[in-house]
T-cell receptor
Framework: KNEVEQSPQNLTAQEGEFITINCSYSVGISALHWLQQHPGGGIVSLFMLSSGKKKHGRLIATINIQEKHSSLHITASHPRDSAVYIC?????????FGTGTRLQVFP | KAGVTQTPRYLIKTRGQQVTLSCSPISGHRSVSWYQQTPGQGLQFLFEYFSETQRNKGNFPGRFSGRQFSNSRSEMNVSTLELGDSALYLC??????????????FGPGTRLTVL
């Protein structure tokens, strides 16, 4: 069993839909990162959170420390949101990654 | 402010050769981490350097090594390349602040192909 698990692995949506990606972890972490990776490989850090909720534009990330669970929500999805979304637990100066969720948003 | 840069962006080597990849962090960032991404294993942590010292190392063989210079630039080296070393190698830098984890900023990666 991976220390950081994501679901679903693949997700397709119509433009405008509300999207949720889930991440659960079994290892002790000091923070949870959400990353976005576009084709070509570049990774962008979306959020780093240790508790509660953060919002940036149409993206919302939440974390429940007791349940060891985090979610990434995308409101009013757009084709440009198509990418791989990766959660990663921050554990003693290293990141432990989930396997990623491939999101495709169709117009 | 310039982002994290990695050179070269693409590299083709043959089995048995060695390779050196370079990473220049964001100005002022003193921590550099290296990651390997493959289709089979996903993203995995290689090592992390801070102030020229390796603070943490992932579960990779000794063929994988790295170093950091006084200007925070970092290099990683892979000796005796194997086919399975073909991967995207990413580095990330962070500004180490007291009191907890810091956001990591990723470079574009070096795509290594071993033939």
């Amino acid at each position: 069993k991976n220390e950081v698990e994501q679901s679903p692995q693949n997700l397709t949506a119509q433009e405008g839909e509300f999207i949720t990606i889930n991440c659960s972890y079994s290892v002790g972490i000091s923070a949870l990162h959400w990353l976005q990776q576009h084709p070509g490989g570049g990774i962008v850090s979306l959020f780093m959170l240790s508790s509660g909720k953060k919002k940036h534009g149409r993206l919302i990330a939440t974390i429940n420390i007791q349940e060891k669970h985090s979610s990434l929500h995308i409101t009013a999805s757009h084709p440009r949101d198509s990418a791989v979304y990766i959660c990663a637990g921050h554990n003693t100066d290293k990141l432990i990654f989930g396997t990623g969720t491939r999101l495709q948003v169709f117009p | 402010k310039a982002g994290v840069t990695q050179t070269p962006r693409y590299l083709i080597k043959t089995r048995g050769q060695q390779v050196t990849l370079s990473c220049s962090p964001i100005s002022g960032h003193r921590s550099v981490s290296w990651y390997q991404q493959t289709p089979g294993q996903g993203l995995q942590f290689l090592f992390e350097y801070f102030s020229e010292t390796q603070r943490n190392k992932g579960n990779f063989p000794g063929r994988f090594s790295g170093r950091q210079f006084s200007n925070s630039r970092s290099e990683m080296n892979v000796s005796t390349l194997e086919l399975g070393d073909s991967a995207l190698y990413l580095c990330a830098s962070s500004l180490i602040l007291a009191g907890g984890p810091n956001e990591q900023f990723f470079g574009p990666g070096t795509r290594l192909t071993v033939l």
